[in-house]
């Protein structure tokens, strides 16, 4: 890859991906497309706000999670990140990806394996996905892929495709979608 320059970094050098955890219809009016760590708290908060703004938009929003563990801060991080792609692979990705953000305080190898219990998923399967870190390559291609875009800490956030730099609230998001505030 050549150069990066500063516009670059402001833009989603790398688009929707095959492999990408999508939650939206495709022809949404809005992408966004965040970078975030199950075990950040400020990734818990955006993602308790793009709840709310996925009810009020609905079809209107497109919301793509890549993750991007910070391990060097957040221990649990990896392996949640691990756990949601196993879970995925069950076809339960976004339920456990709930779960871990509901539960950013208990993220240890027993947390996640209650959690997949919970979502009655295959759990024998499930263990020894995690086992054997069937999903950590996974993890760091989207890591890689958030360095790639310029991502130097969480949560990162892309919406249709230029960096959101903006405040985090609720208020500041619904602007930046919608043009005003409802």
């Excluded at 670059?8 to 492999?19: G, K, N, S, T, Y």
């Excluded at 086992?131 to 990162?156: C, I, L, M, W």
Aim: glycine share 8%; proline share 4%.
């Amino acid at each position: 890859m050549g150069q990066i320059n500063s516009v670059d970094l402001a833009r989603l050098l790398l688009p929707l991906r095959p492999e990408d955890h999508v939650l939206g219809p495709e022809d949404a009016r809005y992408t966004l497309v965040e970078y975030g760590d199950y075990e950040c708290p400020a990734c818990g908060r955006l993602n308790q706000i793009l709840q709310v703004l996925q009810e009020e938009m609905g079809p209107s929003l497109r919301i793509v999670f890549r993750q991007y563990p910070l391990s060097g801060i957040h221990k649990h991080a990896q392996q949640a990140a691990e756990a949601a792609e196993a879970a995925g692979a069950q076809g339960r990705y976004w339920e456990m990806h709930s779960l871990l953000f509901e539960n950013q305080d208990a993220l240890q190898t027993r947390d996640l394996i209650r959690y997949a219990e919970r979502l009655r998923l295959d759990v024998n399967r499930f263990k020894q996905e995690l086992k054997r870190g069937e999903y950590s390559e996974r993890v760091r291609a989207d890591f890689r892929a958030g360095v790639q875009n310029g991502v130097a800490g969480t949560p990162g956030l892309f919406i249709n495709g230029t960096r959101h730099s903006g405040a985090w609230d609720i208020e500041s998001l619904r602007r930046e979608l919608l043009g005003d505030v409802k």
